[in-house]
């Protein structure tokens, strides 16, 4: 059995035509495709008949999802509230972006999910970004081999759509008012928008520095570069630039991630987080109501102290949580935190991993947070350990991440 969506298809920003096209993995007994074998499948901890991995490598005892990437993780997504089941995406050094099917099963009156590897795909370098299209059934990948790629979940092929003259570091899929595209974001400075049907970009800027974080929530997308710069753009009723920012942090971040305002009903966005190498967040808004508004905290420190220094670890990703409003962040301490931002207060920490956590990301539903735990290199090649695995894990999170001004 299978069933289709309409995805939109468009020019540069021009008139919209709608045709169906299938969606993937229509059952949960579908076939894996390409390195991944027989669809595997492992069931968390939380119930009886659950599959709980050692504590040394898992100590949340969280889900761990099967056949991890070999080589560090460098992007995360969860597919978009157009599917009703939920799949998991990865990007990473070992060249391959990776599906999986996330299944939530009951066991023992306990609510119990499983991961099923269903597909992957090898890219020529390092897949450094990956993005849904927002009626599911494409993953774009942006490479460390300059291309920019588009995933066709229901032929399982994979097109070249892009090109850069350096490796491309973001991808972020735009669904606009009147227009749909990709936007990209390059080593080779700059920002280029792809219609997925054409492989010459139907929009481009150049900016002063290489850009090393983004993040898209329509109308908004948010650009950090190398030089600590920060571009907002507004993306109604076409990408121009709206403000510079200057960055509230010395040194050079990491991660950027929009938040919205607190209107029940069709929120819009209206600030973003930056993560830095620092070990240190800001929150700012774009329109500020006080000055006070935007402000920064300390996070990823050790609670020890050696010989009076304490030692500070870099913000690897931030995720804002789909409902709460309320935000995650991981860092090179192998620690994530949850916090909230209006109540400025931290809701939860966990307990340290054998490894950095890279990236994170929360389902569409807002029940589960993924995080990946790979070496990041922030201390170089000489801490590298060829022998460590990479692990994804998936965190029940819904009841973590409630704001503490609305928890009874």
Request: net charge neutral.
């Amino acid at each position: 059995m299978s069933f289709g969506f309409a995805t939109q298809n468009t020019g540069l920003f021009g008139a919209v035509t709608s045709t169906a096209i299938p969606a993937f993995g229509a059952t949960s007994t579908a076939p894996a495709f390409g390195g991944f074998g027989n669809a595997a499948t492992q069931t968390a901890g939380f119930g009886a008949g659950g599959v709980l991995s050692s504590a040394n490598h898992n100590p949340m005892k969280n889900i761990e999802v099967v056949s991890p990437p070999d080589d560090s993780i460098s992007s995360l997504s969860f597919s978009p509230q157009a599917l009703q089941q939920t799949f998991l995406i990865a990007g990473s050094w070992d060249c391959k972006v990776s599906c999986w099917e996330v299944q939530s099963i009951n066991a023992a009156g306990q609510q119990n999910w499983r991961t099923v590897a269903k597909a992957q795909q090898s890219c020529g370098g390092p897949v450094l970004d990956v993005a849904w299209s927002d009626d599911a059934t494409r993953v774009f990948t942006a490479s460390c081999d300059k291309t920019v790629k588009v995933w066709d979940l229901a032929s399982n092929q994979m097109v070249q759509i892009g090109q850069h003259d350096g490796p491309v570091k973001t991808c972020h899929w735009i669904k606009g008012n009147n227009y749909s595209c990709l936007m990209t974001g390059s080593w080779d400075k700059t920002l280029k928008f792809w219609d997925p049907r054409q492989q010459t970009a139907i929009h481009q800027i150049q900016l002063p520095d290489k850009i090393y974080c983004a993040d898209v929530m329509y109308p908004m997308a948010v650009v950090g570069l190398a030089g600590r710069g920060i571009i907002v753009y507004n993306l109604d009723p076409h990408p121009s630039e709206f403000k510079k920012v200057e960055s509230p942090l010395k040194y050079q971040f990491r991660c950027v991630s929009i938040f919205t305002d607190k209107k029940p009903i069709n929120p819009q966005p209206c600030g973003f987080a930056l993560g830095s190498v620092e070990g240190r967040v800001a929150i700012q808004y774009i329109s500020p109501q006080n000055p006070r508004d935007n402000f920064t905290f300390k996070c990823h420190r050790s609670n020890e102290t050696t010989n009076g220094t304490q030692e500070i670890f870099a913000v690897n990703d931030i995720a804002f949580h789909p409902h709460h409003g309320t935000l995650a962040t991981v860092g090179s301490d192998g620690r994530f935190s949850f916090w909230d931002k209006d109540a400025r207060t931290k809701l939860k920490g966990s307990e340290q991993m054998q490894q950095a956590i890279t990236r994170c990301g929360f389902s569409a539903n807002g029940q589960l947070f993924a995080y990946s735990v790979s070496y990041d290199w922030s201390k170089g090649h000489e801490y590298y350990n060829p022998q460590a695995k990479n692990y994804i894990f998936l965190h029940p999170c819904y009841a973590d991440l409630q704001p503490r001004t609305t928890k009874k």
